[in-house]
Each structure stands twice: as C-alpha cells, then as structure tokens.
C-alpha cells in the first residue's frame, strides 16, 4: 500500500507580506500569491493527479483553485490546516517559535505533535482510501513539515532546522510516499 503526495504550499498572504503568523485565522492571498499560484499551474502537470485535498482555511481553498482551476476536484480536510498558534494567530512571525512548540502546546493553540497526530490520520485515510494514487495537496506549513517527519523519519527539531523557507529552496511541489 502506497500514495504517493505532490505537496504544494500556498501562495503569500498578505499577512506573510506583513510578517504576521496568520495560523487559524483564512488569510488572504495578496496578489503577488494570486500570481504564484497561477504560475504554478504553468510548472506542473495537472493531469497527473487523481484528486487535490487542500486545507479548509481560506488562503489554501484560494490557492487550490487557482492552480487547478475547475480541472480537478478539491476537497477540503481541516486535518491539513496550519497549526493553531492559539493567542498568537495574526501577529508577528517572530512570536512563533516552532523549536519551542514542539511538544509544548501554543498558549491556547497545539503543538507541533498534535499537526503531526492529525496528519498521521490524514495519511491512514488516504491509505485506506486512495492506495496507489496520486494526490495534490495544497495546505501550509506545519503540515509539510508533519509530512516530512512521517514520511521520512526525521525528526522535528530536523524538519525546523532544514525548512526550505530558511534556505530559500522553494520548488514547485515536493514529494512524499505515505506507506
């Protein structure tokens, strides 16, 4: 049994544009984002996905459908939202320190673990569900990151330490096996 996912983060926000953590609040694509994920959809190869999950917050909905256009069916899944920074959604990225929220919950949000526990359910339902598929998920950060410890046995503090958003590697979708 095997899936294998396409994992496409969504486009800037203008939160993003703002430094702010936007963490369960919709956020809104700015346009530079709007922009990205239309150039997206000129990188990629559409057709090679049986189905698209996004994330149920409002940048990723927006994102998803302006990559896929009406090409694809998309599902929602809350499973995929970013992790809940608590009292901390909306303000500075610098207030969000995910090396310290590993196991220690946001005051009034989750913790790193608990994204991983709701994207290891995430991954027996497509197992269960769509075995041998191809998936396109666009969703946010923390998830990716989830998907990078499950996939490929590494650990948080290795995931945070080697994100591409600190090296600036961004690429057009990145590729997981949930086995």
């Not at 994102?63 to 009406?70: G, Q, V």
């Not at 590494?154 to 080697?162: A, D, L, P």
Request: proline residues 2%; charged residues 30%.
């Amino acid at each position: 049994m095997a899936v294998k996912i396409t994992y496409f983060v969504h486009g800037t926000t203008t939160d993003n544009l703002e430094h702010k953590a936007t963490g369960w609040l919709p956020g809104e694509l700015s346009q530079k984002g709007i922009e990205q994920s239309i150039a997206l959809r000129e990188q990629i190869n559409i057709n090679e996905f049986d189905i698209v999950f996004c994330s149920d917050l409002k940048r990723a909905i927006d994102s998803a459908k302006n990559i896929f256009e009406n090409n694809k069916e998309i599902i929602k899944d809350s499973r995929l939202r970013e992790c809940n920074y608590g009292d901390l959604n909306g303000l500075e990225t610098s207030l969000v320190k995910y090396e310290e929220h590993i196991q220690e919950k946001f005051p009034n949000g989750e913790s790193l673990i608990d994204v991983e526990n709701r994207i290891r359910s995430f991954c027996e339902f497509l197992l269960q569900n769509y075995d041998g598929k191809h998936i396109a998920i666009v969703a946010h950060k923390a998830p990716q990151l989830a998907f990078q410890v499950i996939t490929e046995s590494k650990s948080w503090e290795y995931v945070i330490e080697h994100d591409w958003r600190k090296t600036k590697s961004w690429q057009p979708g990145w590729e997981y096996i949930v086995k």
